[in-house]
């Protein structure tokens, strides 16, 4: 038989391997053992049956771990899968435990391992301080493997994880450092000092790196049409060339870069992606870091060399002890002192413990010390290093699950206990509301229906005695009030999402109102009470202060007014969204309530919360509506138009699913619906007719001139802003101007004998002052603003100036002025 072609023998073994990994993912679901622990084992005993089966040996020839495979191909795609699905608010709220870790934590570490070993090997400081280095970064991959299987609580995988991600980029500038004064046999203050300067670009110069290719991607993909090889290839194209052009190019932290490009992307970005895609997204990159993680760890088991490891064990033992004992200094240390600062929550003793026993070494520890150039302790450091990633995966590893259940720390956290006993109750109530569906045909048997019943009655019975022991045992009132609560504002977050997916709000006000409700999260989460989330829904329209530093008679006037347009738009659309989303929570509440999880007057408290919060939304609404009642009937315009093409949308697909339609049809179909619909949810609500051409053509004395004169005469009016009820003119003032209503209304009223008289009100489109442009107006008119409105204004001086100028416009303005006053005239006989 013919020797295969070394291309297709490598993506044999490769793919062989690919498949040893999956069956040992199933092993591992039935087991419960960590996944990577056993990837290494199967790794080792690979190398150690080499010998013996030649396809072995064959593999382990073909595939050996080198600081290239890890950097280039395995880390750029783990880290950016962990920090695309980091939990940003977290890792914001514990940002100070983290960088202290991962910053002086890694600094002080490196130097109590190497203290220990130059005490306790015969080893030059310097390069004892350079094995230190190596082994004080905990690994992101190892530690985010294992912690994901076992299930951490929330906050310790952020801080885990966090300090995972950022600290490899110390301990990398922190090995270069050494490295270079292992070189010149000295350390000089000049090293030190460039040393502090490389750390400060590589580590921040990576991570701003990252953030803005994050965020040009993000704007990237909310320019195109929704599609999910463009945004998937996207993110593949964003994880690797972030990480080869801060390493290669930039020669900054490529880890830094892949991770604030994941970060960016993971929280700003993801409302960018498309509802659509963002599942096939999570699940691409899931399998794309399992595949990664599995390989990784097989090689990495691969790479021991039982022998080497054998022979330096006395050896090792010392350098198992010195990082044990830095680690914990660190972090039984360290954090306290942390902890202590203000505004830091304090994290307890179990915490610690695990933080401690968790600190994993592995792929990013074997990288450097693989990247290391030829020196004559390379060898020793290889077998150090190796056996001490070893221990970590195999004896922490393995003996962290029941250090988690003996500090308690693997069970679900309250809320979710509470989640899953609620499911159980909803799904056995479905069951039985669907079970005389089954019956209605005769054909099914009553025994297993009733024997059906009995279970889900009894299934029910348990859970709500299962609710019931949690209210008694762990459950304050104040605590499931707020637990409701924040079900509450899951649900509303929940709906925020869906209607920026359904292009009923913008970008920007999606946002906001998930800004807002992350705000109310953390109030509820932390303990601030209830009036710090009131605040959060408690604001009203205020003009900007720019719009009025700038005001109207200035070269910047008309951007001044879109500004002042858009955001009453932007205000109008915040106060729509959350009369949406309140009114969407109250009813999915009375559905909860029906359930009888919840105690009666907790549902509603938060039920009257929400009901309160809609009072608000509706009063505002109203208010709008008679203040700008613009606003309201192209908000109600663009609202029709998007209702009318997400059906046209919906069909589509449902014709496309029964074949009426053919597939390549339907496809096209839904691209042109979705570009519509994504104009739709970017066309700025002040279209409004804001030119004052338009409006003077309106005017009866200038209805009849040619546009060339319109458009003359318009380049003379000037623009004023009035807020409501201020007053424009004033009863008894001389008046000898034009104006024209651009936006909002006005009321024309005069006082006598202390009595107040109104008269007509003036709308968009309306204008008065057209006698006194022409010197016959009588000043015993107030006019003021209803509404905040806008007027455009003509000057009797403007206007004369321009017909000395132009005698056709002298002669079309005189025989207009005729014609008006025969008309009024004949209207007066």
């Not at 199967?42 to 290239?68: F, H, R, V, Y």
């Not at 150039?373 to 004896?395: N, R």
């Amino acid at each position: 038989m013919d020797a295969l072609h070394p291309v297709a023998e490598l993506v044999g073994i490769i793919f062989t391997l690919l498949l040893v990994a999956l069956s040992i993912y199933q092993v591992s679901r039935s087991t419960k053992l960590p996944f990577t622990v056993l990837l290494v084992l199967t790794g080792i005993a690979i190398t150690a049956l080499g010998d013996s089966i030649p396809a072995l040996q064959k593999a382990e020839a073909a595939l050996s771990i080198s600081p290239d495979l890890i950097l280039f191909v395995f880390l750029p795609a783990l880290i950016f899968e962990s920090s695309y699905n980091l939990d940003a608010r977290q890792l914001r709220r514990n940002a100070v435990p983290i960088l202290s870790l991962a910053i002086p934590g890694l600094l002080l570490s490196t130097g109590l391992i190497g203290i220990i070993v130059w005490l306790a090997l015969d080893l030059d400081l310097m390069a004892s301080l350079l094995i230190g280095a190596i082994l004080s970064a905990t690994d992101p991959v190892a530690v985010i493997a294992l912690f994901r299987q076992i299930g951490a609580p929330g906050r310790l995988s952020t801080l885990i994880e966090g300090e995972s991600l950022l600290n490899d980029a110390t301990a990398l500038v922190l090995s270069k450092i050494l490295l270079g004064v292992l070189a010149a046999g000295t350390l000089s203050s000049q090293a030190l000092g460039n040393g502090v300067i490389d750390f400060i670009v590589l580590f921040a110069g990576g991570l701003l790196f990252g953030v803005l290719t994050g965020y040009l991607t993000g704007q990237l993909i909310g320019w195109l049409d929704s599609d999910p090889i463009l945004e998937i290839g996207l993110t593949s194209v964003l994880a690797y060339l972030a990480f080869l052009i801060a390493e290669e190019l930039l020669h900054v932290s490529g880890i830094m870069a892949t991770l604030g490009a994941g970060l960016t992307l993971g929280t700003w970005g993801r409302l960018r992606i498309a509802s659509s895609v963002r599942i096939y997204l999570e699940q691409f990159w899931g399998v794309l870091a399992f595949t990664a993680n599995a390989l990784l760890f097989l090689l990495l088991g691969m790479q021991v060399n039982l022998v080497e490891l054998a022979s330096a064990w006395h050896l090792l033992i010392w350098v198992i002890m010195a990082l044990l004992a830095s680690r914990a200094l660190v972090i039984f240390g360290l954090l306290p002192l942390v902890g202590r600062l203000p505004g830091q929550d304090p994290i307890g003793l179990g915490y610690r413990f695990i933080m401690f026993w968790g600190g994993l070494r592995g792929a990013i520890a074997l990288a450097i010390v693989l990247s290391l150039p030829d020196y004559p302790f390379k060898d020793l450091f290889i077998a150090l290093v190796t056996g001490s990633v070893l221990f970590t995966l195999l004896v922490q590893g393995l003996t962290i699950k029941p250090a988690m259940r003996a500090m308690k720390l693997d069970q679900p956290p309250l809320a979710d206990r509470l989640a899953l006993i609620e499911r159980d109750l909803m799904a056995h109530q479905r069951a039985l509301q669907r079970l005389p569906a089954l019956q209605k045909g005769g054909l099914f048997s009553s025994r297993i229906a009733h024997r059906l019943s009995l279970s889900s009655h009894h299934a029910i019975a348990k859970a709500r005695q299962q609710i019931n022991q949690l209210r008694q045992e762990q459950l304050t009132r104040e605590q499931e009030f707020n637990l409701f609560f924040l079900r509450a504002l899951a649900e509303e977050k929940a709906y925020y999402i869906e209607m920026y997916d359904q292009g009923h709000l913008s970008e920007s006000t999606a946002r906001r109102l998930l800004g807002i409700l992350e705000q109310q999260t953390d109030s509820l989460r932390y303990d601030h009470g209830l009036h710090k989330v009131n605040q959060h829904r408690h604001y009203e329209y205020i003009e900007h202060w720019l719009f009025r530093l700038l005001g109207d008679n200035t070269p910047l006037h008309g951007l001044v007014e879109r500004l002042r347009i858009a955001h009453i738009g932007h205000y109008y659309e915040m106060v729509w969204g959350h009369f949406q989303g309140s009114s969407h929570v109250i009813h999915s509440l009375e559905h909860l309530a029906s359930l009888e999880s919840t105690r009666p007057d907790i549902v509603n408290r938060v039920v009257a919360q929400y009901q309160h919060w809609n009072t608000l939304a509706v009063d505002k609404l109203h208010r709008l509506n008679n203040d700008f009642p613009e606003f309201a009937l192209l908000t109600q315009e663009r609202l029709s138009k998007r209702v009318v093409l997400l059906a046209e949308l919906e069909t589509t697909r449902e014709q496309a699913r029964l074949g009426t339609i053919p597939k390549g049809v339907a496809e096209e179909i839904e691209k042109d619906v979705d570009r519509r619909l994504n104009r739709l949810r970017g066309e700025p609500i002040q279209k409004l007719n804001d030119d004052p051409a338009l409006l003077l053509a309106r005017v009866p004395l200038f209805a009849q001139l040619p546009q060339r004169l319109i458009q003359q005469i318009a380049q003379k009016c000037e623009a004023i802003t009035l807020e409501k009820h201020e007053h424009l003119i004033h009863q008894g003032s001389q008046n000898n101007s034009l104006y024209m209503v651009s936006r909002g209304s006005l009321r024309l009223e005069y006082h006598s004998d202390g009595a107040e008289h109104r008269f007509s009100t003036l709308i968009a489109g309306d204008s008065f002052g057209e006698s006194a442009l022409l010197g016959e107006g009588r000043p015993d008119l107030s006019v003021v603003a209803q509404t905040p409105t806008r007027l455009y204004t003509l000057s009797r001086s403007r206007l004369q100036h321009l017909m000395e100028q132009d005698e056709e416009l002298r002669a079309h303005l005189q025989h207009s002025d005729d014609e008006q006053k025969q008309i009024h005239s004949n209207s007066g006989q």
